[in-house]
């Protein structure tokens, strides 16, 4: 488990760390250490991702362990980018266009 948290954190970084992704997230490219910053972190997480599956199988089975994780771990990251900027703005957008109010703002209550 530790080897699928550490490598989806990495891989997020990563992706964080790309002009696309990031502004798709933030609604802005990243800063030049933001993205520095990201990256090497990226690295640093995916490469130490490594160390609980070789520590706890042994190297031959651990690092194949570990290539069974990473797989799931990109394809957690890469659908979570495809689909959560859209999701997440969605309910918004639509709130901007029918106008309606806030159920708490007192102005609808009947």
């Given at each position: 488990?530790?080897?699928?948290?550490?490598?989806?954190?990495?891989?997020?970084?990563?992706?964080?760390?790309?002009?696309?992704?990031?502004?798709d997230?933030?609604?802005?490219?990243?800063a030049?250490?933001?993205?520095?910053?990201?990256?090497?972190?990226?690295?640093?997480?995916?490469?130490?991702?490594?160390?609980?599956?070789?520590?706890?199988?042994?190297?031959?089975?651990?690092?194949?362990?570990?290539?069974?994780?990473?797989?799931?771990?990109?394809?957690?990251?890469?659908?979570?980018?495809?689909?959560?900027?859209?999701?997440?703005?969605?309910?918004?957008?639509?709130?901007r266009?029918?106008?309606?109010?806030?159920?708490?703002?007192?102005?609808?209550?009947?």
């Open positions: 488990m530790t080897t699928f948290v550490l490598s989806v954190s990495g891989f997020a970084a990563l992706a964080l760390s790309m002009h696309r992704h990031h502004r997230i933030f609604g802005m490219p990243p030049r250490l933001r993205k520095l910053t990201l990256g090497m972190a990226g690295c640093a997480l995916v490469c130490t991702s490594v160390v609980p599956a070789v520590l706890c199988s042994g190297f031959s089975i651990g690092l194949t362990f570990w290539f069974g994780m990473i797989t799931p771990a990109v394809l957690f990251v890469a659908l979570g980018l495809t689909y959560a900027p859209r999701v997440s703005s969605a309910p918004l957008s639509r709130h266009a029918s106008g309606s109010h806030h159920p708490s703002s007192g102005r609808n209550a009947g």
